[in-house]
């Protein structure tokens, strides 16, 4: 079973400091990742795809992918309360013709005014 | 360029009844995904469809079944609902099978699912 592991949190932040976000995959064939944030009764929202090693960055968001360890994060600098949400780590895996988004659990992030 | 729209937005059904949910493809995209996403819990993959034909499918029974029209847009069928179906079901689109290494793909706003 190809699995995503992320901590369920929640996750308290004050405003303004950063907030690190953690994720496992299991399947070594996962070539892109992805963070959705949702905030509640709301869908998945896209804030950031990776698919090689390192780092990207984008506004105050920063992914990070790490192959050889499996793991993803996200950080979110001078976090405000509106990013507030449940953040969702999702990896792509193999079918046999196409792919599909395995998801984690989600974390929820709560940053405090 | 209209995003993905789901209908309806909620509904509420009785165990042992049927349902259907619908979903329009972002415009430009040819392939149709569906989750169950229960309270707490991840998305979970329910199946892809492409060129109107399932091409993927999850750990969901039979009564779990879907079809694809030539416009791209997709419906989603459950029989004999039960309790445990209460869920939110997502649909995501995108630009083909293998997604989209930048955008990944785009999701609806849901199908708020009760079942009583």
């Known amino acids: 079973q190809k699995e995503v592991e992320q901590n369920s949190g929640p996750l308290s932040v004050p405003e303004g400091a950063i907030a690190s976000l953690n994720c496992t995959y299991s399947?070594?064939?996962?070539?892109?990742f992805f963070w959705y944030r949702q905030y509640s009764g709301k869908s998945p929202e896209l804030i950031m795809s990776i698919y090689s090693n390192g780092d990207k960055e984008d506004g105050r968001f920063t992914a990070q992918l790490n192959k050889a360890s499996q793991y993803v994060s996200l950080l979110i600098r001078d976090s405000q309360p509106s990013d507030s949400a449940t953040y969702l780590c999702?990896?792509?895996?193999?079918?046999?013709?196409?792919?599909?988004?395995?998801f984690g659990s989600g974390t929820r992030l709560l940053v405090r005014p | 360029e209209t995003g993905v729209t789901q209908s309806p937005t909620h509904l509420i059904k009785t165990r042992g009844q049927q349902v259907t949910l619908r979903c329009s493809s972002q415009?430009?995209?040819?392939?149709v995904s569906w989750y169950q996403q229960a309270l707490g819990q991840g998305p979970q993959f329910i199946f892809q469809y492409y060129r109107e034909e399932e091409n993927g499918r999850g750990n969901f029974p039979p009564r779990f079944s879907g079809l694809q029209f030539p416009n791209y847009s997709s419906e989603l069928n459950v029989n004999a609902l039960e309790l445990d179906d209460s869920a939110l079901y997502l649909c995501?689109?995108?630009?083909?099978?293998?997604?989209?290494?930048?955008?990944?793909?785009?999701f609806g706003s849901g199908t708020r699912l009760t079942v009583v």
């Open positions: 999702a990896a792509t895996v193999g079918m046999d013709s196409s792919y599909k988004l395995i």
């Open positions: 399947d070594r064939g996962s070539q892109s």
């Open positions: 995501a689109s995108s630009l083909n099978p293998y997604g989209d290494r930048h955008y990944g793909y785009t």
């Open positions: 415009s430009g995209h040819n392939t």
